[in-house]
């Protein structure tokens, strides 16, 4: 392979012991996060004896050989994310180009509005969807009987449901991947584009779309993972109609006694072969392009007039928050205030007993303070690991980086909920004292979202020339200097969307917490969704409530102190 | 629906016949007299309330609703204002999974662990799980409540369940009566059951198709029932008119349901009711074991069991000797219960039931 002179200057000082110790310390440390629970999984996978028997009693392959009679779930699950990705993504991109790339009107709001589905867990948005879509008692479908109708409109109870739900609220991530990318990206060739006379909707296409292709990549394998994944959407929707994916089945296997571990161990670990093969096809596109736009020249993003077109990207937009957001939220608050969610309630159905309840719980007293706490230390602790491992994959040419990117995208491989198993399995025998503390979970949750982290800002990283450290190399710059005043500013906008994802991923979490949590380090979304399960959809409903009030809460809180010491900074 | 009762709790049967040759590692039972024991409050314990009070914590390990088990443990700590109570929540298959890990590692951090199917608590036996403890309030209970040999667990309550329906979708007179009802062709695609996660579940289709013969639930599966992991989510469904009759319809649930005005109707048919009795006892090597004692005397003492009777949000039929009724009037004895008689036949059915019954729901 040739090298220019600048790749050969910087390798060279590669050799400086400095970064190559700190890369291998770091990449090292992360691997370990991740294989250390992992190899536990992979050993449950592998047990034929006793299936609570730990260490197994015997190995063997029969666990896997026999997933053949789930190969209809498998389907299933393939079916669902494969459509649910695509729909995401579409949302994300035009999203993401509306809001960072044209003028239409209410820009910054909508930009922030643009991160509420997120907020409003998918849980919440599947019992919101339920309540309005379901054939028989949906509020849709009963207006539909009540006008004259026969028999139902729309049914959410079927794949084509869940995947629409489970789009609905990934399409917020893959917004702030692509969005963060979008506002990286130098508009110079899009103007330059549309000088030479293509249209907007061809410069969209031929230039804005392949340049922001690692952000669009990274968002979809991400998505894509979390749509594999994917458990409460599933659960909520799926099973009334008999419809299993991997995620709920794997649940039923692990929820019953004896409880079939090694049977969802092999399921999750199956799925590595899906996600390698996702991880595979994004770095060969990747490594076959140049997608560079940030370079040694100044530029300012700049939005394009896109004249009349401005209401009707209005409209997608407001459309998106109105099916995402605002209905299921005000669905969710309208069953939160009754013993019964009817469509026409009488006054004897409204009540205040669900929050007196939810407020009574210590479910939400402390574990919601413990979320919040989780949410910052793992966003705070998160990015700079996360950005540096970015980093030394696609920045460091350490050798084995693509081996260490397939290893902390692990995670992303295996449903949170099995992933979990393997974590408790490994952090149980470990000699620290931190099973069932909050240390525990802050570890669960820092190697859990480490593909999301890495996608999130790899996505801009691949947009920043080489050339720019390159030349603060050449002007003396050490390794730490360069990351401080060249790499890290220019990575801003991915690193603050990244830690807003961080932040939100891990207060809504719940595959891994489930398993984790102890008596005294409690979480809110495991108590959420067992209140649905033990309790009522509408106690369910103002827990939920509550929590998406706590975290609004605390971002307004953060966003008001960032702002501040921006000011302070004199920035 | 108030069948007089033959409550045919046969316990004994199973007992008498060593069915749980389980026999556990000859511990040494710490056994005391009754008569020994102290008075607190208005009931009796073994443990030394003094000790309790200075460990100053019970760690409780539960499969009840979140709701459910912080009514017990405020009761409890209102009783006990010294003990602090701190829980964790999960299906008892998911919960003795993780009990199971943390002991397999030498984690102890669980004091008190209650269970609501038999072959776990059965297993923890074998294990050397639970702590041989013989409560002074174990006195107020029949032997087929307690475990064997006696102090290892006991029942606090039991549950049971008949079939529901939905009254604005079916009329009396096409509603269920009797089980065999269930396979009502006319109830296609609107029936409702629980998933093989569930103990109750399990009780049911050991009971009926021992009544019944082996081809019951196959017939049965051609009714295409829903699964679902909770009560709460079958009677959701039901009273929304999502499902026109629910085949495994818990008593409990019911009662919670129709106080919220629910449009639905309760059978117990007059072959009986399936019923599940659920299980609790000290841990073994617990961190705060004579707070785990104490914890163990009140939930089985007069006091404990008017919070498991009379709270709707758990409504667990008390087997108490001295129980009186249940807050809707009824007691256990008003109801026509089936528990399995051979109690080693029935664990040995479990994994049978767990593969036909996923087959059933279509997993």
């Known amino acids: 392979m040739r090298t220019t002179p600048s790749e050969g200057i910087a390798r060279a000082r590669s050799w400086w012991p400095g970064p190559r110790f700190v890369s291998l310390l770091v990449g090292g440390g992360a691997a370990i996060l991740v294989l250390y629970p992992i190899a536990y999984l992979i050993q449950a996978s592998l047990s034929v004896g006793d299936p609570q028997a730990r260490p197994p009693e015997a190995y063997g392959l029969d666990n896997f050989t026999g997933l053949g009679r789930y190969a209809h779930i498998l389907g299933n699950t393939l079916q669902v994310a494969a459509v649910a990705t695509v729909l995401a993504v579409v949302v994300g991109f035009v999203m993401g180009w509306i809001l960072s790339r044209t003028n239409v009107p209410g820009r910054a709001a909508l930009e922030q509005l643009m991160a509420m589905p997120y907020y409003v867990t998918p849980l919440m948005g599947a019992l919101a969807w339920a309540i309005i879509a379901s054939p028989n008692s949906g509020f849709v479908n009963q207006l539909w009987r009540g006008l004259g109708g026969e028999g139902h409109l729309i049914d959410i109870n079927t794949w084509w449901g869940i995947a629409w739900v489970m789009a609905l609220f990934e399409g917020s991530v893959a917004f702030v991947m692509i969005g963060a990318v979008m506002k990286s990206m130098d508009p110079s060739m899009e103007e330059a584009s549309q000088v030479l006379g293509a249209g907007r909707t061809r410069t969209m296409l031929r230039i804005t779309l392949p340049l922001v292709l690692p952000g669009v990549l990274g968002a979809a394998v991400y998505v894509f993972a979390e749509m594999l994944g994917s458990f409460s959407a599933a659960l909520v929707l799926g099973l009334p109609a008999r419809f299993y994916v991997v995620t709920t089945a794997m649940y039923q296997m692990v929820s019953q006694y004896p409880p079939r571990f090694p049977t969802a161990a092999a399921m999750g670990v199956s799925l590595f072969v899906v996600m390698f093969g996702m991880v595979w096809i994004y770095r060969r596109i990747i490594s076959a392009g140049s997608y560079v736009t940030i370079t040694g020249k100044a530029f300012r993003p700049r939005v394009m007039d896109v004249g009349s077109l401005r209401w009707p990207f209005l409209a997608i937009c407001v459309a998106y928050l109105a099916v995402a957001v605002i209905l299921p939220v005000l669905t969710i608050l309208y069953a939160s205030f009754q013993h019964l969610t009817a469509a026409a309630p009488g006054l004897r159905n409204l009540t205040l007993t669900n929050y007196a309840t939810a407020l009574s719980l210590d479910a939400v007293r402390s574990a919601l303070w413990n979320s919040l706490l989780l949410g910052f230390a793992t966003a705070s602790i998160g990015i700079p690991l996360m950005g540096f491992l970015s980093w030394l994959i696609y920045r460091s040419r350490l050798p084995g980086a693509g081996v260490i990117e397939y290893l902390l995208m692990f995670p992303q491989a295996v449903p949170r909920l099995v992933f979990a198993f393997g974590m408790m399995w490994a952090w149980l025998v470990f000699p620290l004292p931190i099973y069932g503390t909050l240390w525990l979970l802050l570890i669960a949750y820092l190697t859990v979202f480490l593909p999301l982290g890495l996608r999130t800002i790899s996505g801009v990283i691949l947009q920043i020339d080489r050339s720019l450290e390159e030349c603060a190399q050449m002007c003396g710059a050490t390794w730490g200097y360069r990351l401080r005043t060249v790499t890290i500013p220019l990575l801003k906008p991915g690193l603050v969307a990244a830690w807003l994802l961080l932040f939100i991923a891990s207060v809504r979490e719940l595959g891994a917490s489930i398993l984790l949590m102890g008596p005294k380090s409690k979480v809110i979304t495991p108590a959420i969704v067992e209140s649905w399960f033990s309790t009522s959809t509408e106690l369910a409903a103002a827990m939920a409530l509550l929590q998406t009030l706590a975290v609004a809460f605390a971002l307004a809180i953060m966003f008001a102190v960032a702002r501040r010491a921006v000011q302070a900074g004199g920035e | ?363």
């Open chain 2, 1 to 363: 629906m108030t069948e007089r009762a033959h409550t045919a709790v046969t316990r004994r049967r199973f007992l008498k016949t060593g069915a749980l040759a389980v026999v556990a590692t000859p511990l040494v039972a710490r056994a005391t007299r009754a008569d020994a024991a102290t008075k607190v409050l208005d009931f009796s314990t073994n443990a030394d309330i003094a000790k309790a009070e200075a460990e100053g914590e019970v760690v409780y390990y539960g499969h009840d609703s979140e709701p459910g088990i912080a009514v017990l443990l405020d009761a409890f700590k209102k009783d006990f204002p010294k003990i602090k109570t701190s829980y964790v929540r999960l299906q008892t298959g998911a919960l003795y999974a993780k009990v199971t890990a943390e002991r397999s590692a030498g984690r102890f951090g669980v004091d008190v662990l209650q269970l609501s199917d038999i072959s776990p608590a059965i297993d923890f036996q074998k294990k050397g799980g639970w702590e041989q403890y013989q409560s002074p309030e174990y006195a107020a209970y029949k032997p087929e409540y307690l475990s064997t040999p006696p102090g290892y667990f006991g029942v606090p309550g039991v549950g049971f369940a008949g079939i529901a329906y939905n009254k604005t979708k079916l009329k009396p007179e096409g509603a269920p009566k009797t089980w065999k009802d269930i396979n009502n062709p006319a109830y296609r695609d609107g029936v409702s059951v629980k998933l093989a996660t569930s103990g109750m579940q399990h009780s049911q289709w050991y009971i009926l198709r021992k009544m019944y013969g082996n081809d019951f639930w196959q017939e049965f599966a051609k009714q295409r029932p829903k699964g679902f992991d909770a009560r709460a989510q079958l009677f959701d469904r039901l009273a929304k008119g999502d499902d026109r009759m629910c085949a495994l319809a818990e008593y409990a649930g019911y009662t919670l349901y129709q106080e919220k005005g629910a449009e639905i109707e309760f059978v117990a048919p007059p072959e009986g009711m399936p019923a599940i009795a659920i299980y609790i006892g000290v841990v073994n090597k617990a961190p705060h074991p004579e707070a785990a004692k104490l914890f163990v005397d009140w939930a089985l003492s007069k006091r404990g069991q008017a919070i498991y009777q009379n709270q709707k949000i758990l409504l667990y039929g008390s087997v108490r000797n001295d129980a009186g009724p249940m807050p809707t009037g009824k007691r256990l004895a008003d109801f026509k219960l089936l528990f399995p008689t051979d109690w080693s036949d029935y664990v040995a059915s479990h994994p049978l039931f767990v593969k036909e019954w996923n087959s059933i729901m279509g997993l």
